[in-house]
């Protein structure tokens, strides 16, 4: 697990990890507490809208293009044993953090508004539509990095990233309408499109070793 | 050894040159017989020349039989007994009044003459080489 | 001396569109440096390449370091593969290549990668800078700090003196003359090179290619007595021609390669022989194999 971890620390730059871990999360939930709003719920899928934008634009900087025939970006990685190896345990973490990171926000956000709305209380149907935004926001990262890596640019993350915020909010009617179905489609979803994920990335990066022609 | 020369343009092709140098300071005694040659990688370095070059001065050295080359250690000096020392002199001589009696020969030079020449010469005050 | 291979590659095929890689037999001699010499798009990049094990669709088989095992992973620990343009993804900062490194291979040194990259000058000193922001020059410097900061017994450089300035040459032949001695016959390096003489100094053994064919092989000091710069005056050049190898003539006299068992005939002719340089060598001998047509 440690060797996973530093995987993922070894592939991010400090300036990504400040602006990951620090600027964004305070951005978002400075931004909760100057326009509140009346509902966890809302708050909720404020958040994760704007993680799906955040999440797909700065994935360009960490694994940008990685699916792309040129493989000859990754010649050090496979130089190594370790390389492809490398590259499954950074994706992996990545895509546990983002569960996590948008998570935590979410809590802390939901504490903050119990906290400063006296009176208020937190009812059943909130955590679990919640949970079911959180849900929704990492399956559609998920599948749209995926094929976001596909392209070298970063406009193309730009654009992928209007796609992923136009599902969420095509999403999050479906979310509060069927909580309990959508609840155990989207966590079937997610295990299945992080396997699918990791494994279409491997294979671009094994696929490396040999040429298209011949 | 602490002096090595080589020129990079002079004709002489440079693993010559060093084995030329080398079997100097065996013959004249300065190295020592027991003693190892420094080894072919760090002369190489230290001459910036290839490997290959130096390995192949060392080569001629033990094709001369001045040297012996063990495998993993390197390359040692043979002992140099005195008849052998006096032979490769004596060769030398030889060789050195060959050139110059062929010199002669064009120079139509009589036996005579040489000879008053080589005793003038060893008349004369050693020059310093 | 009995000569140990590093590496012995045996009917290596590769085809590209208009291109085919087939080397039937090559041994690569350990403990010596090996120049790896030709045309662009000979073939020596990809020869490289599949040598490193970072390219693994190819015919044939490599033997590494004269052990049994035939599989590249067993032995990519042991090899060092440095090549131009995008070797580290272009978003990775200098230390980062060093958290990295010491994930990929157990015998990476990050002191001795600090080290290197302050002795090279890498990034003047400020280690967030970026591989992108880089010059080639630098780059390849980066690679090469990478590379010789682990516990290696075979260096496969692909282009490693091209961006680098003289002085910077001068320091990798350095570089290579130290990491031989200090491997002491157990280590080798190939390298390949379009500047001949500039790395003349630190080769031993050399491999010519052109069109995926290796046409010439040898080391140096065999090669210098194979072949023979002959140089005459105009009348000669005529009949010189047909027994030189290579030719090139002006109207003030004619220049050669000729191969040592044909000296003889050029007998009666006014002629200097010399003992050529690599460079001269390989010019000849890939003169003599291109497809492009000289006037």
Redesign the interface.
């Known amino acids: 697990m440690r060797r996973m971890i530093r995987s993922y620390l070894a592939l991010t730059p400090f300036l990504y990890r400040i602006v990951l871990f620090v600027f964004i999360p305070i951005a978002i939930i400075a931004m909760q507490q100057l326009f509140p709003m009346e509902d966890i719920v809302l708050c909720t899928f404020f958040i994760t809208l704007i993680m799906v934008f955040a999440e797909i634009l700065m994935d360009y900087w960490l694994f940008g293009g990685i699916s792309t025939r040129d493989g000859a970006k990754l010649e050090y990685l496979k130089t190594s044993n370790y390389g492809i190896k490398l590259m499954k345990n950074a994706l992996t973490i990545n895509m546990v953090r983002q569960l996590i990171e948008s998570s935590v926000m979410t809590i802390i956000n939901i504490i903050l508004f119990l906290v400063l709305n006296q009176g208020e209380s937190l009812r059943g149907k909130d955590v679990l539509v919640s949970t079911n935004l959180l849900l929704l926001e990492y399956v559609v990262v998920v599948m749209l990095l995926t094929v976001a890596r596909f392209f070298d640019g970063w406009q193309v993350n730009m654009f992928i990233s209007y796609a992923g915020v136009i599902l969420m909010l095509g999403g999050c009617y479906l979310v509060g309408k069927y909580v309990i179905i959508m609840f155990v489609l989207l966590v079937v979803l997610a295990l299945l499109l992080s396997a699918l994920s990791i494994n279409i990335a491997l294979k671009r990066v094994r696929e490396c070793y040999y040429d298209k022609a011949a | 050894m602490n002096y090595l020369k080589i020129l990079q343009s002079s ?1 002489v ?1 440079i ?1 010559q040159q060093i084995s030329e140098q080398f079997k100097e300071e065996i013959l004249a005694g300065k190295l020592k017989q027991g003693e190892y040659l420094p ?1 072919i ?2 002369l ?2 230290d001459l ?6 130096t ?2 001065a060392y ?1 001629q050295l033990e094709a001369e039989g001045l040297v012996t ?1 063990v ?2 250690k390197g390359f040692y000096v043979n002992a140099q007994d005195s008849q052998m020392l006096r032979e490769q002199h004596l060769r030398k001589v030889e060789e050195s009044l060959m050139e110059a009696l062929q010199a002669a020969k064009i120079a139509r030079m009589t036996k005579q003459e040489v000879f008053d020449m080589l005793e003038a010469l060893s008349q004369m005050p050693e020059e310093k080489s | 001396m009995e000569m140990a291979n590093v590496i012995e590659a045996c009917n290596i095929k590769k085809k590209y569109k208009g291109f085919q890689l087939d080397v039937p037999k090559c041994n690569i001699p350990k403990g010596f440096a090996t120049a790896l010499i030709g045309e662009n798009g000979a073939g020596k990049s990809t020869f490289l390449n599949i040598l490193s094990g970072i390219r693994l669709d190819y015919k044939g088989e490599i033997k590494y370091f004269d052990e049994q095992e035939q599989n590249v992973d067993q032995v990519k620990e042991r090899l060092g593969y440095a090549g131009p343009g995008n070797y580290f993804l272009p978003q990775w900062s200098i230390a980062q290549i060093e958290e990295v490194s010491e994930l990929l291979f157990q015998t990476f040194d990050a002191d001795r990668y600090q080290k290197l990259c302050q002795e090279l000058g890498i990034g003047g000193g400020d280690n967030r800078k970026k591989v992108s922001s880089l010059s080639d020059g630098n780059k390849m410097k980066l690679t090469l700090a990478a590379v010789l900061s682990r516990e290696t017994q075979c260096l496969l450089l692909d282009e490693p003196a091209s961006p680098l300035d003289p002085l910077m040459r001068d320091k990798l032949c350095e570089m290579l003359h130290e990491y031989l001695e200090e491997g002491n016959g157990e280590r080798s390096v190939v390298f390949s090179t379009h500047n001949i003489s500039d790395m003349e100094n630190v080769t031993d053994y050399c491999l010519i290619m052109e069109h995926g064919n290796i046409v010439e092989e040898g080391f140096v000091e065999d090669l210098k007595e194979k072949y023979i710069l002959v140089k005459g005056e105009a009348k000669d050049a005529e009949a010189a021609k047909s027994i030189l190898y290579s030719f090139s003539g002006n109207s003030y006299g004619f220049e050669g390669i000729c191969l040592a068992e044909n000296v003889d005939k050029l007998a009666g002719m006014d002629i200097q022989l010399e003992t050529p340089s690599l460079c001269q060598i390989s010019v000849a001998v890939m003169k003599a194999n291109t497809n492009l047509k000289f006037s």
């Open positions: 004709g092709p693993y080894s990688r760090s190489a370095k910036k020349i290839s490997v290959i070059t390995m192949k080569e080359g495998q993993g």
